[in-house]
């Protein structure tokens, strides 16, 4: 055998066999791969979504929570305003009731001080007072003013039983019933003071009431 040439050798190739069974196996691998992605990114997606639902829905509950409060502190300032309002009203109807009753008392007193300008009405109406609220029998006296008694002595106005004493100390109007047991003061300014007494009276008894009622 001659070894001049020696033979070389080279690798097999084997043709590939497509057959149709083959491309139909390789097309349903990548539809199951197809699938099977699209589902991935599905069930990725649907878990973000989820995500952003919860943090809304979270960031949600936070406002109106927010919104709440926001609104309990204005209905609370509010109700602070209205109350605020509420005894600022009473009070300045307080303050104008008092002033009221004040110019009712000075009116009066006004009209009293016209009427007393005629010293025989003054007179009069100092005796008919003295003797309102009593029986003339039970009178030892009444003191009156020098005017006014001397305006009574002139007209003869005096009941019979009655003796009429003048008291410097009083004014035109005024009038004091002495009695057994006591006297009446029918004191034009006395009146007054007790008018004036019982309104304020009145005012303080109220403002206390006020005060206990439940806030």
Do not use: K, Y
Not at 55 to 68: C, K, P, Q, S
């Amino acid at each position: 055998m001659s070894t001049e040439h020696p033979v070389a050798f080279a690798p097999a190739v084997f043709p590939a066999i497509a057959g149709r069974g083959a491309q139909q196996e390789l097309e349903r691998a990548r539809s199951r791969g197809f699938a099977a992605g699209h589902a991935e990114g599905m069930r990725v997606a649907a878990r973000a979504a989820a995500a952003q639902r919860d943090a809304i829905e979270v960031e949600l509950r936070e406002l109106l929570a927010d919104g709440r409060r926001q609104i309990d502190e204005a209905i609370g300032v509010l109700d602070a305003a209205a109350a605020a309002l509420g005894r600022r009203a009473e009070q300045l109807a307080a303050v104008a009731q008092q002033r009221l009753e004040n110019l009712a008392v000075e009116l009066a007193t006004a009209v009293v001080a016209r009427e007393l300008s005629d010293a025989e009405d003054s007179a009069r109406n100092a005796l008919h007072r003295a003797l309102l609220t009593v029986e003339p029998a039970d009178v030892h006296e009444v003191r009156l003013s020098a005017v006014d008694a001397e305006a009574l002595g002139r007209h003869e106005a005096v009941p019979a039983s009655v003796t009429l004493t003048i008291d410097p100390t009083l004014s035109a109007g005024d009038a004091l019933t002495v009695l057994d047991d006591g006297f009446v003061d029918a004191r034009l300014g006395a009146a007054f003071e007790r008018a004036r007494a019982a309104l304020a009276s009145a005012d303080t008894s109220s403002d206390a009431a006020q005060a206990e009622e439940p806030a």
